[in-house]
């Protein structure tokens, strides 16, 4: 399976939300990330991540692993991928909206759950408690979730 990232970043009782702008999850809010490259670790490339897309930088000291979670979609093997999911303890600069993602502050009890991917009201409550976690989940050609498994 492919490996990719995901960050949170949750500072004075809000969360940093990004709109994806093209690609995969186009027009949905959620953390940022992405592939992993070949020459670099998964932690690596979440911090290469986080700076493509919010011009934010942070060092493998200022991160946290806190979950995986395991896609799966019926149209396509080749989209599987294990989701390495960061929590980002510290980091430098102003989150600055790219080519790719809008950056948007959310209150915790205003999370657009609505606008985002169906597995994020599964997980995303966890992260926020400072849980660790591991999950499947799949998901059918249209986007929708069809089942999932919680592993720990």
Known sequence: MKQATLWILVE???????????????GKWNGAGGKVDLWETVAEGMIRELHEETLLECWLED????GLLHFYFSESKTFA?????FEILQYQGSPTETEEMRPEWYALDA????EMWE????????????ETFEYDFYFDVTGHMTEYRKIR
């Not at 939300?17 to 093209?22: Q, S, V």
């Not at 991160?63 to 806190?66: G, Q």
Request: charged letters at 30%; glycine letters at 4%.
């Open 111 to 114: 999370i657009p759950y609505s």
């Open 63 to 66: 991160i946290k692993t806190r």
């Open 12 to 26: 004075h009782e809000k969360i940093l939300l990004c709109m994806k702008k093209r690609g995969f999850w186009v």
């Open 81 to 85: 991928q294990d989701v390495h999911v």
């Open 119 to 130: 597995d994020d009201v599964i997980w995303l409550p966890r992260f926020l408690k400072g």
